[in-house]
Nanobody, 113 residues
Framework: QVRLVESGGGLVQPGGSLRLSCAAS???????MGWYRQAPGKEREPVAT??????TNYADSVKGRFTISRDVKNTVYLQMNSLKPEDTAIYYC?????????WGQGTQVTVSS
C-alpha cells in the first residue's frame, strides 16, 4: 500500500508561482511518480511525470513553466511559474509500483486576479 499526500495549492494571481509537494509513504520501492490535473468539466490529464528510467515528461502546455523534481525522502515537487488562468485545476499526485496505481487526494490550484 502506498499513501500520497499533496500540499501547496492555493489561490495565485496570473504570472505568479506555486510549489506543490507530494509526500509518499508505505511500499514505495520503485515508485514512479508524477503530477496530473483535472479542470472542471475536463478529463484528468498528465502535467509532469517521471518515467521508470528517471527521465521527465511535460505536457506541452506547461513546458518551460513547470518543473518536476524529487528529494531523497520520496517527496515529489512541482514548481509552477508564470501561472495562467487555464492552469486552474485540482492537481493530483500519482504513484505506480508493482502494477498498482495510487492517487493522492488532490490539491486545488486557482489562478485568478
Amino acid at each position: 500500500q502506498v499513501r500520497l499526500v499533496e500540499s501547496g495549492g492555493g489561490l495565485v494571481q496570473p504570472g505568479g508561482s506555486l510549489r506543490l509537494s507530494c509526500a509518499a509513504s508505505g511500499s514505495i520501492f520503485r515508485l514512479t511518480m508524477g503530477w496530473y490535473r483535472q479542470a472542471p468539466g475536463k478529463e484528468r490529464e498528465p502535467v509532469a511525470t517521471f518515467t521508470s528510467g528517471d527521465s521527465t515528461n511535460y505536457a506541452d502546455s506547461v513546458k518551460g513553466r513547470f518543473t518536476i523534481s524529487r528529494d531523497v525522502k520520496n517527496t515529489v515537487y512541482l514548481q509552477m511559474n508564470s501561472l495562467k488562468p487555464e492552469d486552474t485545476a485540482i492537481y493530483y499526485c500519482k504513484g505506480t509500483t508493482g502494477g498498482y496505481t495510487y492517487w493522492g487526494q488532490g490539491t486545488q490550484v486557482t489562478v485568478s486576479s
